[in-house]
T-cell receptor
């Protein structure tokens, strides 16, 4: 079945360092979404990418969707302690109502 | 402006007991989902309902049943709870389909002894 792998599983960074998480799907996606989950909380939608090669920015966060629409990345510039949490990608497939979530990357930021 | 409401927030069950997790959304969304989240496993889809009157299996449906009671409510039932079903359960909804943002409830933390 369809799988979405996400790496790394964990990342510890010093405050001010950059952070990147990568998402790879076994099949072509129609769109990819990114979510953030704070410790003890629920996933919160960050952004959706739809087009091949698309790049979107939200302040210090940069999201990319691969040309083949099978991979994506989230890059955070100059991390802050407020960035702590687990980041998930979720792939959507055309013609279905299902999302397949990646395993997540847990980010810890050391002050 | 509640969004997605899940009840209960916490529950402890004994093996073999049954229970129903409730989920309601007030955003007039058509599609609703049930996920379970286990450490290191991400979110795995149990069942979903594309629209009122329809339900479909996700990745891990065994041991669960669902009911889409109306457009607002989507319940998840464990008929005979097993320790392997200890998890955090999240309900989510979208306007329609897999190209829309998902809105999640706060989750139900379920322990089965």
């Amino acid at each position: 079945g369809q799988q979405v792998m996400q790496i790394p599983q964990y990342q510890h960074v010093q405050e001010g360092e950059d952070f990147t998480t990568y998402c790879n799907s076994s099949t072509t996606l129609s769109n990819i979404q990114w979510y953030k989950q704070r410790p003890g909380g629920h996933p919160v939608f960050l952004i959706q990418l739809v087009k091949s090669g698309e790049v979107k920015k939200q302040k210090r966060l940069t999201f990319q969707f691969g040309e083949a629409k099978k991979n994506s990345s989230l890059h955070i510039t100059a991390t802050q302690t407020t960035d702590v949490g687990t980041y998930f990608c979720a792939g959507g497939t055309s013609g279905t109502y299902k999302y397949i979530f990646g395993t997540g990357t847990r980010l810890k930021v050391l002050a | 402006n509640a969004g997605v409401t899940q009840t209960p927030k916490f529950q402890v069950l004994k093996t073999g007991q049954s229970m129903t997790l409730q989920c309601a959304q007030d955003m007039n969304h058509n599609s609703m989902y049930w996920y379970r989240q286990d450490p290191g496993m991400g979110l795995r889809l149990i069942y979903y309902s594309a629209s009122e009157g329809t339900t479909d299996k996700g990745e891990v449906p065994n041991g669960y049943n669902v009911s889409r009671l109306n457009k607002r409510e989507f319940s998840l039932r464990l008929e005979s709870a097993a320790p392997s079903q200890t998890s955090v359960y999240f309900c989510a909804s979208t306007l329609s389909g897999s190209n829309q943002p998902q809105h999640f409830g706060d989750g139900t933390r379920l322990s089965i002894l």
